[in-house]
């Protein structure tokens, strides 16, 4: 019973994370029309919300078993609640940089906590790889969620108004409420090694990326993220500038995104039982790029339609997003090799490295992105996405050779 209460209260804070997180694409192309903000500048509120993230993992990961899993994710929770609080009461840019600024450290312990406490819950590898699918996957539930939440406090008449603010009312409830869940769960002790200097864990921490497999894996995870970042977060002024989509509906239809992804996710948990992960991320790399380069051309010259809606909206609109479906596998299986083949406790410290690289690759993707969209089109900035999916396809090989390398010598 207690393993199921930490196991739920694990799912709903990530949950909770994933629409505040995930918003900022929604965010960027309301700002843009609400504060008359221009697209370069937007663009750094994926800074604002990845930075924060790379600095509090990079600095506490490792300190964090000794802190104690659970009081880091009642403080992020904490946190985030007065952030939510403020958006409505303060409504300027300053504030929204100030609350992914919040979500952003927050997130850092939550992620961090929620993947070390994962290894405790858990006790074997495909048990593991299991938990960590299903938490991804309603971590992209919450994604979805958001989208259509965000999407029900928009005015299409109004695209300038600040109505949509008040949804940061709700979302400040639902920290409240899954902040009580999480004081009510017990959580078990970690066993940990004799006392040693805070200096000494960060120095281990930073000494894991000498590893050869660990050092190809945080490559592949910048690289992943730089991708699900620059499409994600720009996703919703692509279907509302280049698709020609009214604003509500441009959030709308880029819940498909998120839908995809998590269905991804929930479904690579059963495909794995009868393929290697290797076989399937390879699989996902190339239907990726085979779909940018079969919808892309689909979205010029698309003409306005002032009485446009879900049922007459572009078929690129549909289409495109479907690369999460694909894309959804790889972040959490490479998390899960990656983690599996480290002993428990240092998964605290692995899991820093994860988020500092991730963040690292988020900002630069969803720059980039916002860059080449505001100086060329969006049709571009979708299309270098190509670049870095190259570059993944290769360096998931080099993690998958070490993988079995480190296999061979363990045996």
């Not at 504030?95 to 600024?101: G, P, S, V």
């Amino acid at each position: 019973m207690a393993t199921m209460r930490i196991r739920l209260s694990l799912l709903l804070t990530y949950f909770v994370f994933a629409i505040l997180l995930n918003s900022v694409g929604t965010v960027i192309l309301q700002v843009i029309h609400t504060y008359q903000i221009s697209k370069e500048a937007a663009s750094v509120l994926e800074g604002f919300k990845d930075i924060p993230i790379a600095v509090v993992s990079f600095v506490i990961a490792s300190f964090l078993p000794r802190l104690g899993y659970k009081l880091a994710l009642q403080l992020a929770l904490m946190l985030v609640t007065l952030a939510c609080i403020a958006m409505p009461l303060l409504p300027a840019f300053w504030t929204t940089k100030l609350l992914f600024f919040t979500v952003g450290a927050s997130f850092a312990l939550v992620k961090v906590s929620v993947y070390a406490s994962i290894g405790m819950v858990t006790h074997t590898k495909a048990e593991h790889a299991s938990l960590l699918n299903f938490i991804e996957g309603g971590f992209m539930l919450g994604v979805l969620s958001g989208y259509w939440l965000f999407a029900a406090f928009m005015d299409p008449a109004a695209p300038q108004s600040g109505g949509w603010l008040q949804v940061y009312w709700l979302l400040a409830l639902l920290c409240v409420a899954n902040l009580l869940l999480l004081s009510s769960t017990p959580f078990p002790k970690l066993v940990l090694p004799p006392t040693r200097a805070l200096r000494q864990d960060f120095i281990a921490m930073l000494q894991l990326v000498y590893k050869p497999l660990v050092f190809v894996f945080v490559l592949s995870a910048f690289l992943y993220v730089l991708i699900e970042q620059g499409i994600g977060s720009w996703l919703p002024t692509f279907n509302n500038e280049v698709l020609q989509l009214p604003n509500q509906l441009s959030v709308q239809l880029t819940s498909i995104f998120a839908a995809s992804l998590a269905l991804g996710r929930i479904s690579a948990g059963v495909i794995l039982k009868k393929l290697s992960w290797y076989w399937l991320l390879n699989s996902c790399l190339i239907a990726m790029a085979l779909l940018i380069l079969l919808t892309l051309p689909l979205t010029r010259d698309i003409a306005h339609n002032a009485d446009v809606n879900l049922l007459t909206a572009p078929l690129a609109a549909y289409l495109f997003p479907l690369i999460g479906l694909f894309m959804a596998p790889i972040y959490p299986v490479i998390n899960s090799v990656m983690l599996s083949a480290l002993p428990k406790i240092q998964h605290a410290p692995m899991t820093g490295l994860i988020v500092v690289f991730s963040a690292l690759g988020g900002t630069t993707g969803s720059m980039i992105t916002g860059y080449t969209f505001a100086s060329f089109d969006g049709q571009t900035a979708f299309y270098l996405s190509l670049l870095p999916l190259s570059l993944l396809l290769l360096s998931v090989g080099l993690f998958h050779r070490q993988s079995q390398q480190l296999a061979v010598s363990a045996a």
